[in-house]
């Protein structure tokens, strides 16, 4: 067994550790502390886990093999999450604590949204976990895809079910063990794994290498997942982009007010006063990682091109990059950011998920009577069933690079689309009432899936007509309804007082 290895089983087994502790010191007592942490959460940890949980593997595969093989015109992704992390830290985070806290201590983002408006219907709240659950489940299934790329790479002889089967399980228990402390804790350790991994690679090309940018000009044809011939001029500039390259980039950002993962870390952290470090430190994470990862796609076109792209894959460009220039026990490590990556945002979305389920359906709707034990158990039971689903999509799914940014752009777009116009309206607008917001929902949702079925081929990502959409319906109702009530005026008022 080689360094590499030694140090990538390392990794998982200091993981699961984590997990067992968190179970056996008794912090998960209740739903509150398995789902949320107990609202006990530092800033430190908070904006990490944030992050680590947003940028899933596509950070380290999906992103710079998308980059690699269609151009510099998908950097404009990059920069959109960028822009998006920062307005979504400066002008909800703090704002979205407070209103969770005083919309009856809720810990869901459905649950926030029906008690935001002191309503008893529980109609918004099971349409947003319905929709949970189906983004969620896709979503994971697209870390289950990378991870088992980085598998079938270190142990050949694996077959890929099996390997997608280990990683599942490895995933699985540990989310099911941990709960959120147990997440954000390896969270902030994966964040600054990955961060380390992506600068590493660029780093000690620049230190070590000669650069031929000439070399960028270089037009190749590779094989795409469903067996057609692609040719790919790399010599675009970042400005020469296509229009609607600029316009899907920058529509990412707007995902990121409906993120529920990342969201709920907002509504974790101990203190409002905590966010503004929190910010600070997510926005220089996500800057400096999305720059990493489009340098080791630049440097790649330069080195390693030829050897992926005329065989279709662009979707290991990070292994070999790390294998290229490290020694075994190094790549090793850096392999291991890949792996971080999968798990830090899959453990995150299960978790959430099953937070939707429990309390969002089966305790208002199932089991209205039910437990603290039985509610924390019946969450447990469906971290598992969500990961049997996500495992079914994976296994049946493409291949290559595409296939992650597509199950993540799929997800991305329906809970921006959904509940971002619907979040920021909640959080700024006084006026705003429960129609509208049930409205705004169900318009962006429906918005993203028509475009995406029937529009995609205008190339113009379906998150922007679904968020805009989504905002203009939600606007609409709300003025054609009835003003809200004292009772959820009052909770807006409280909300956006000066008190810690």
């Not at 305790?363 to 509610?375: D, G």
Request: with cysteine; charged share 10%.
């Amino acid at each position: 067994m080689n360094a590499e290895i030694i140090v990538f089983i390392g990794y998982f087994v200091i993981l699961l550790g984590v997990a067992l502790v968190f179970y056996f010191n008794g912090s998960n007592k209740n739903q509150k502390d398995y789902f949320l942490g107990g609202r006990q959460m530092g800033p430190w940890v908070t904006a990490m886990s944030a992050q680590a949980s947003d940028m899933s593997a596509w950070l380290l595969m999906g992103l710079p093999g998308s980059i690699l093989a269609f151009g510099f015109g998908q950097v404009w992704i990059g920069i959109g999450l960028a822009l998006g992390t920062a307005a979504n830290w400066i002008f909800c985070a703090k704002r979205l604590r407070k209103f969770s806290e005083a919309s009856n201590d809720s810990i869901t983002l459905p649950q926030y949204l029906t008690n935001r408006f002191a309503t008893s219907s529980k109609v918004l709240q099971v349409i947003c976990a319905v929709i949970f659950l189906i983004a969620f489940t896709v979503y994971v299934a697209s870390a289950f895809v990378a991870g088992t790329s980085v598998f079938t790479m270190l142990f050949p002889g694996i077959k890929p079910g099996t390997a997608m089967l280990v990683f599942a399980l490895i995933i699985v228990g540990y989310t099911f063990l941990g709960g959120f402390k147990a997440v954000c804790w390896t969270d902030f350790f994966q964040g600054i794994l990955m961060l380390i991994a992506l600068l590493a690679i660029p780093i000690i090309v620049v230190a070590t290498q000669n650069v031929d940018t000439s070399l960028l000009s270089n037009v190749y044809e590779y094989t795409d997942a469903d067996g057609s011939i692609v040719q790919c001029v790399f010599g675009e500039s970042l400005f020469g982009a296509s229009w609607q390259d600029i316009v899907s980039g920058l529509a990412w950002g707007l995902g990121y007010f409906g993120m529920p993962h990342i969201i709920v870390r907002f509504m974790s952290i101990e203190k409002p006063s905590m966010v503004k470090k929190s910010a600070w430190v997510a926005i220089i994470w996500v800057v400096l990682s999305i720059g990493g990862a489009c340098l080791v796609a630049y440097y790649a076109r330069m080195f390693v091109a030829e050897e992926l792209l005329t065989v279709g894959a662009q979707k290991t460009v990070f292994i070999v990059m790390a294998r290229r220039f490290f020694p075994p026990a190094i790549a090793g490590f850096l392999l291991a950011a890949i792996m971080a990556a999968s798990v830090s945002t899959a453990d995150s979305q299960l978790l959430v998920a099953s937070s939707s389920f429990t309390a969002d359906m089966y305790k208002p709707l199932i089991r209205k009577n039910a437990s603290e034990k039985e509610t924390l158990w019946v969450g447990r039971i469906a971290v598992v069933v969500l990961a049997i689903v996500a495992y079914m999509i994976a296994s049946s799914g493409g291949s290559g690079a595409q296939a992650i940014m597509n199950m993540v752009e799929n997800a991305w777009g329906i809970f921006g689309s959904a509940f971002g116009p619907v979040v920021i309206l909640s959080l700024f607008w006084r006026r705003f009432n429960y129609a509208g917001a049930c409205a705004g929902v169900i318009a962006g949702a429906a918005m993203d899936i028509i475009w995406l079925f029937c529009l995609s081929s205008t190339g113009v990502y379906e998150l922007f007509p679904g968020f805009v959409v989504g905002g203009i319906v939600a606007i609409i109702v709300t003025l054609a309804t009835k003003a809200p009530g004292e009772a959820v005026t009052a909770i807006y008022d409280k909300a956006t007082g000066d008190t810690e």
